[in-house]
């Protein structure tokens, strides 16, 4: 990829960028892609704001594919510190399924707008010493080519409040929609038939500063979906008895009530991290997934030998309950056991060359 970038001065500046693939990585022939994004920026816009315009364009083909083989969209950006204020739109065309990289929903055009009213109160509120306010509000839209709606979600904050201590709240309210052209399987045995489904979904948020020797966050997502109710609850926590020494614990409970079906859904996790001195940290973490009723480990060490090199020593195990044939009754809990699923170990050393 070669870019070329023009200052005018070091508060502005312009950049045109050109990316530029060629070959299939399984070997299917003739692909290509080429396409150039131009964008500005200024940190003068109405005097001393932030301001951003860009747009891009990808074409690209090979063999196996038909359709229109190109993308294109663009962005206007106000991000600055009281009013945030961004616009993007994509269009993504039926053909197009580059080589290299991902594209996971082809064949559509996707708008997003987002703004967001963020002052700084100088004195209490509610007798709260609040830092900043975060009053959102973004949209997404998603239709295909031909302008019929896909999917939509609003997204509105009308409460998300940090305060002077770094601990935080928020309240949202997120209406939904989705238009499937295909039975959708939510959870295991609970599929969802093709149609169009509208419902609105609740958050309440809680955290504590990262600061603190014991801080967490708890989440609580409910209110309708699809054709029931949904609950998902979302506990984080970390515990910091030293600099040295840091335990962390989550864990998630999706709990559906639908037409076609309940389903539960669980994933708890902890991570130990061990700083032995600023060039040797172990962390481990270990996972159990109810849902596909497995258990892994992924554990790591990293050892900084000097300014420039690094050594990794990565070690993952992997189980599995599965259920044992015979004559053990169906509703035993001893018809289930540990299986081993994999094992790797990987060793990977770095070393940056400077000249």
């Known amino acids: 990829m070669g870019v070329v970038r023009i200052r005018q001065n070091v508060l502005r500046e312009s950049s045109v960028g050109v990316i530029a693939t060629v070959g299939d990585p399984v070997g299917r022939a003739n692909a290509w892609l080429v396409g150039p994004d131009l964008t500005y920026q200024t940190s003068r816009f109405r005097g001393d704001k932030n301001f951003l315009v860009g747009v891009w364009g990808l074409a690209m083909d090979r063999d196996d594919l038909t359709g229109r083989k190109r993308a294109w969209g663009g962005k206007i950006d106000y991000p600055n510190d009281l009013w945030d204020v961004a616009f993007t739109y994509k269009w993504l065309g039926d053909g197009f399924d580059p080589s290299l990289g991902i594209v996971p929903r082809p064949n559509v055009q996707m708008i997003n707008f987002s703004a967001a009213f963020q002052p700084r109160p100088t004195r209490p509120v509610l007798g709260l010493h609040v830092r900043q306010m975060f009053n959102e509000f973004e949209t997404e839209l998603v239709t295909d080519l031909g302008g019929t709606w896909e999917s939509y979600q609003v997204f509105m904050a009308p409460v998300n409040w940090r305060l002077e201590s770094g601990d935080r709240f928020e309240f949202n309210v997120v209406p939904t929609g989705e238009r499937l052209t295909a039975p ?100 481990s973490y270990l996972q159990y997934d109810n849902d596909s009723d497995t258990f892994g480990t992924n554990t790591r060490l990293r050892w900084t030998f000097s300014p420039l090199g690094d050594v990794f020593v990565v070690y993952n195990h992997n189980v599995a309950r599965d259920i044992v044939a015979g004559d053990v009754p169906a509703t035993s809990i001893d018809r289930r056991r540990w299986s081993f699923l994999s094992n790797e170990l990987l060793v990977k050393v770095q070393y940056a060359f400077r000249y």
């Open 184 to 283: 959708f399987e939510i959870a295991d045995g609970v599929v969802i038939d093709p149609g169009s489904y509208h419902w609105t979904r609740f958050r309440l948020e809680g955290g504590l500063a990262s600061k603190r020797k014991l801080s967490g966050q708890l989440t609580w997502w409910f209110g309708d979906f699809y054709t029931g109710r949904l609950d998902e609850l979302t506990v984080t926590a970390s515990w910091k008895p030293s600099p040295l020494f840091i335990v962390e614990l989550n864990g998630t409970r999706n709990t559906g009530r639908l037409a076609e079906g309940d389903f539960t859904q669980e994933v708890v996790g902890t991570r130990f991290r061990m700083n032995f001195s600023p060039d040797l940290q172990l962390n």
